[in-house]
């Protein structure tokens, strides 16, 4: 059974960079047609794709964060990383990896979230 | 961006009833890249269906996925109690990737 789990420091401070990690168990992140993404849900608001990685670190970001994302793989350890720099409030959320599959495009194993608070 | 609109935004039903949940985009999705999940408080989201109608592997039958264009819908015949939960689609025609913004599946 593929898992996913997140990792990471649950309050960061203004203006810091958030760093989110997810291990995947299962499954090898080097899998051909499997992408690795981040997605996030803010209080009370819906889903947001973050950005997607593949193991030969071919990269896609949503434009709205594309400026201050930046996604990374590291296939010795099977896991994938997430960095936010210049966080807001607006960024605090339940952070989620996810893994996809390109053939229909839809995000077939998920972690359980991190939950990530920006205040000073 | 493709705008994904789901609705009712809270559906109360009865174990045994049937539940229609509808997804409607903002253009066309051509591609049939469509998919539904069901998300409980606490745990990670679950693929139901893909590709519009394929369900997912070890998903009951009771769970259906249909439409075509911009009008989707998830239903779900004879509902178990364990079905009470938030649901939302996703597309994946063009990016950036989105996905509605939820429905509630409450027990009446």
């Known amino acids: 059974q593929v898992q996913l789990q997140e990792s990471g420091p649950g309050l960061v401070k203004p203006w810091e960079t958030l760093s989110l990690r997810c291990n995947v168990s299962g499954a090898s992140i080097k899998s051909v047609g499997y992408f690795w993404t981040w997605i996030r849900q803010p209080p009370r608001k819906g889903l947001e794709w973050i950005g997607t990685?593949?193991?030969?670190?071919?990269?896609y970001y949503n434009p709205s964060l594309k400026s201050r994302v930046r996604l990374s793989v590291d296939s010795s350890k099977n896991q994938f990383s997430l960095e936010l720099s210049y966080v807001t409030a607006a960024d605090t959320a339940v952070y989620y990896c996810?893994?996809?599959?390109?053939?229909?495009?839809?995000?077939?194993?998920w972690g359980q979230g991190v939950p990530v608070t920006v205040s000073s | 961006e493709l705008v994904l609109t789901q609705s009712p935004g809270t559906l109360s039903l009865s174990p045994g009833e049937r539940a229609t949940l509808s997804c409607r985009a903002s253009?066309?999705?051509?591609?049939?890249?469509l998919a539904w999940y069901q998300h409980k408080p606490g745990q990670a989201p679950r693929l139901l269906i893909y590709?519009?109608?394929r369900r997912a592997t070890g998903i009951p039958d009771r769970f259906s996925g249909g439409g075509s264009g911009t009008d989707f819908t998830l239903t779900i015949n004879r509902l178990e109690p364990e079905d009470f939960a938030v649901y939302f689609c996703?597309?994946?025609?063009?990016?950036?990737?989105?996905f509605g913004q939820g429905t509630k599946l409450e027990s009446k």
């Open positions: 990685i593949y193991f030969t670190e071919s990269v």
């Open positions: 253009r066309d999705i051509r591609r049939n890249f």
């Open positions: 996810a893994r996809l599959r390109d053939e229909w495009g839809h995000f077939d194993f």
């Open positions: 590709g519009v109608s």
């Open positions: 996703q597309q994946f025609e063009s990016s950036p990737y989105t």
